[in-house]
């Protein structure tokens, strides 16, 4: 089933470093579209700063420089299986888990995101996470991760509201 699936393989869809291009996609209204980012949430949750379920979380991002495809699939299904399979000690506080290409003619480079329903920092739940991860990219044969780095995801409730209120005056 996983094979079958368009976002099984990110290396067909990201940044082709052979073609030195982003491979495009017919979208809405005949406009072409890349693809620069794949995302595996719970039900429900969208992967904004502004969805209830986010906001107050925190994530942890790495970045990982010049992988190749083999690389960046087996990452990516290794990556699914254990948030699906809920194999990390985070996965009580995971909301989802987002790859995104930062890839150009000049240097390719990957960005993985965990998004947490709450803050972690600094707890024994972070620092086993940290040894999952590193175990996770060396049995994937990649040899440059970044160290992780933790954000608190703060929304100002003014900021979403008056959001929501000029999405609504657009629809309306």
Same mark, same amino acid.
């Given at each position: @089933? &996983?094979? !079958? +699936?368009?976002?099984?393989?990110?290396? %067909?869809? $990201?940044?082709?470093?052979?073609?030195?291009?982003?491979?495009?996609?017919?979208?809405?209204?005949?406009?072409?579209?890349?693809?620069?980012?794949?995302?595996?949430?719970?039900?429900?949750?969208?992967?904004?700063?502004?969805?209830?379920?986010?906001?107050?979380?925190?994530?942890?991002?790495?970045?990982?420089?010049?992988?190749?495809?083999?690389?960046?699939?087996? @990452? &990516?299904? !290794? +990556?699914?299986?254990?948030?699906?399979? %809920?194999? $990390?000690?985070?996965?009580?506080?995971?909301?989802?888990?987002?790859?995104a290409d930062k890839c150009s003619e000049?240097?390719?480079?990957?960005?993985?995101?965990?998004?947490?329903?709450?803050?972690?920092?600094?707890?024994?739940?972070?620092?086993?996470?940290?040894?999952?991860?590193?175990?996770?990219?060396?049995?994937?044969?990649?040899?440059?991760?970044?160290?992780? @780095?933790?954000?608190?995801?703060?929304?100002?409730?003014?900021?979403?509201?008056?959001?929501?209120?000029?999405?609504?005056?657009?629809?309306?």
């Amino acid at each position: @089933l &996983w094979n !079958s +699936l368009p976002h099984s393989t990110p290396s %067909e869809i $990201f940044y082709n470093p052979i073609e030195r291009m982003h491979t495009k996609f017919e979208g809405e209204e005949e406009k072409w579209k890349t693809i620069e980012t794949l995302c595996l949430f719970k039900s429900g949750i969208h992967p904004s700063f502004e969805d209830e379920h986010n906001n107050g979380g925190g994530g942890i991002y790495y970045v990982l420089d010049n992988l190749d495809q083999n690389q960046i699939d087996l @990452l &990516w299904l !290794s +990556l699914s299986a254990a948030v699906v399979g %809920e194999d $990390f000690s985070i996965s009580p506080k995971l909301n989802g888990v987002r790859i995104a290409d930062k890839c150009s003619e000049h240097r390719c480079m990957h960005r993985l995101e965990f998004w947490l329903d709450s803050d972690i920092d600094k707890t024994d739940m972070y620092d086993s996470f940290k040894n999952q991860m590193l175990s996770l990219v060396m049995d994937s044969n990649i040899k440059t991760m970044s160290q992780p @780095l933790y954000k608190i995801h703060k929304v100002d409730k003014k900021d979403s509201k008056d959001k929501e209120r000029r999405e609504e005056e657009k629809n309306s």
